[in-house]
């Protein structure tokens, strides 16, 4: 491949988003450049759900899956790079990648995802995305009735109560320090049967990221069969924040209706973008983000 050739979109991210927004681009007849470093955050999720017609099949079957239909078509490449560099220059933007190769395109579409901060927790990296989840529709149905756990406090954690509520009678809130909840939802977690242990965790005991325990500074320990919980982010990509792209107060990319960022022909799709994630929406906002990408190229030619 020519280390400088110029394409109507390229796409960072080749995951579930940027594949989507690939496939849209690609049967347009847009040539296309695909760059991916390889590590979804879901790497570790055994199975993924709620995703119609993939219901149980695991993050790398679905991924693999689409990549081979999306290389069908002939105007689509795909290289194993990082992206590390974007400069805007006119209408053209220019990436550079962590191998040294440049690229140049008309187009950009993020589709880099978010990169969660993990607590100092000894073996709770080790059981995220396997029985540590963030998801009650992703995870949910497959941990229902069993003895589970909140690792959060105020508002985040009565929100997962109120959802997990449904799945499971056995419900406690691990808030790891001082409750933060206000007369209203200790009543409504008192009407609901949800406890509240207010100890510090100290270390998530698990066999092969399945949890047995959650253990507490005190040495004391309570058994669960899984927990959820909510953690801070940060964007997996610094380049769109260079490039002038304004981020929500959520700490998202900030995104209109149609998958634009703030930055005129930069575009951005999944869960960089977007509150809610799952499969299901990093494959319509990537469809969106490339149909867009297209009809803007369309409208600046035709």
Not at 24 to 44: A, E, F, H, K
């Amino acid at each position: 491949m020519n280390p400088k050739k110029k394409f109507d979109a390229i796409i960072i991210g080749g995951s579930y988003s940027g594949l989507s927004a690939a496939m849209t681009l690609g049967r347009s007849l847009r040539n296309v450049l695909i760059i991916d470093s390889g590590l979804p955050c879901n790497r570790q999720t055994p199975y993924s759900h709620n995703f119609i017609t993939q219901d149980g099949a695991t993050p790398s079957e679905i991924s693999q899956k689409a990549k081979s239909q999306v290389l069908k078509y002939d105007t689509v490449r795909f290289i194993e790079d990082k992206a590390v560099k974007g400069i805007k220059n006119g209408h053209s933007f220019h990436i550079h990648t962590e191998s040294g190769k440049e690229f140049k395109a008309k187009k950009l579409i993020f589709a880099t995802g978010i990169k969660d901060i993990m607590p100092q927790i000894k073996g709770f990296s080790d059981c995220w995305g396997i029985s540590v989840v963030h998801c009650p529709y992703c995870h949910g149905y497959e941990i229902r009735h069993k003895k589970t756990g909140i690792m959060a406090n105020g508002e985040k954690a009565m929100h997962l109560a109120s959802l997990v509520n449904n799945l499971t009678e056995d419900l406690t809130i691990l808030t790891s320090g001082k409750a933060n909840f206000n007369a209203e939802q200790i009543l409504k977690l008192t009407k609901n049967n949800i406890k509240v242990i207010e100890k510090e965790i100290s270390e998530i005991e698990h066999e092969n990221g399945y949890i047995k325990n959650v253990i507490f500074k005190d040495n004391s320990k309570e058994y669960f069969n899984a927990t959820y919980t909510a953690l801070p982010f940060t964007q997996h990509s610094d380049i769109p924040v260079i490039l002038g792209c304004k981020l929500n107060e959520q700490g998202f990319i900030q995104v209109d209706m149609m998958q634009k960022t703030t930055i005129d022909g930069l575009f951005a799709c999944g869960d960089n973008s977007l509150g809610v994630r799952s499969i299901a929406n990093a494959v319509s906002t990537g469809n969106m983000a490339g149909a867009v990408a297209n009809m803007e190229l369309t409208q600046e030619r035709f």
